[in-house]
């Protein structure tokens, strides 16, 4: 299969076209930045550790009937993905307060929230992805008021798979964010579900922050940290599937 074109180069990520009809190939960069791009660094296997872990994640989501852009994982680098119409909204859910949370309403990071909360951010680099509320999006044609509703809910409904199966891996699920995808029969979960796009704690010393808040903030190696989070969720998976230990996807 011919993934020579790209469609798309992203900061994390690239698209590339297939020769099958509907089918790109997304792939994981090793790159990582952060305030919008102001911060650069290129780290060597994160993109094949994110493809594994937002790989696992897709699995398991569709496992409990929640449908993803996820075709298969091709190598240690490329996921197959259904080509989807990008909706421009980053949806955020938060368990947790962290993060711009914390800055913006001056709440203390760690103070569990009473329920979990869902904000929109409008995709827009030159302006910052400002947040924006559910009006904002309607307004401006981003979305329907319909799919609004329903980005919510099923944005609510993966945080319902993920808070469980992220405490089996004795990591806290605080906050994460999710795009979604127009297909001819409706939306779908797109991009990827990683420790890029996640806030993850350590259960026992939520000190340890195991997510991208590592190089955000320079708290340590961020590579080890997101091994050290394939290796806890990868225990996880094989409850459901023992093949995931012993099918890591290769180059050959
Ligand atoms: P925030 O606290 O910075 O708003 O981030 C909330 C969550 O969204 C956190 O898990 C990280 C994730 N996120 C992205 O995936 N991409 C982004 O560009 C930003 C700002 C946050
Ligand atoms: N991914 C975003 C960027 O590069 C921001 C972030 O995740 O902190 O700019």
Redesign the pocket.
């Known amino acids: 299969m011919s993934t020579t074109s790209p469609l798309y180069e992203g ?2 990520k690239s698209l590339y076209t297939t020769d099958r009809e509907g089918i790109l190939v997304q792939r994981f960069k090793d790159s990582a ?5 102001r911060k650069f660094a290129t780290l060597p296997g994160k993109g094949a550790l994110n493809n594994r872990i937002s790989s696992i994640l897709f699995r398991l989501l569709r496992e409990s009937g929640i449908d993803s852009h996820y075709v298969d994982t091709r190598n240690t680098r490329d996921m197959g993905v259904r080509a989807v119409r990008i909706v421009p909204l980053e949806v955020v859910v938060r368990n947790v307060v962290a993060g711009s949370l914390s800055t913006r309403l001056g709440l203390d990071e760690g103070v569990a929230l009473r329920h979990p909360i869902v904000e929109l951010y409008y995709k827009r680099d030159d302006l910052g992805d400002p947040m924006i509320c559910m009006d904002h999006a309607a307004v401006m044609q981003l979305a329907t008021d319909a799919e609004l509703q329903q980005l919510k809910r099923m944005a609510l409904e993966v945080n319902d798979v993920l808070q469980p199966l992220w405490a089996s891996a004795e990591l806290t699920l605080v906050d994460f964010k999710l795009e979604f995808g127009r297909t001819d029969s409706g939306l779908l979960l797109a991009d990827e579900i990683s420790p ?1 796009t996640s806030r993850l704690w350590d259960r026992t010393d939520p000190s340890r922050r195991m997510d ?1 808040d590592v190089f ?1 903030r320079d708290l340590g190696d961020l590579v080890e940290t997101y091994t050290e989070v394939l290796r806890r969720l990868l225990t996880v998976a094989a409850a459901h599937d023992p093949g995931e230990l012993t099918d890591a996807p290769s180059d050959r």
């Open positions: 900061k994390a930045t952060a305030f919008n791009g890029d991208k955000r």
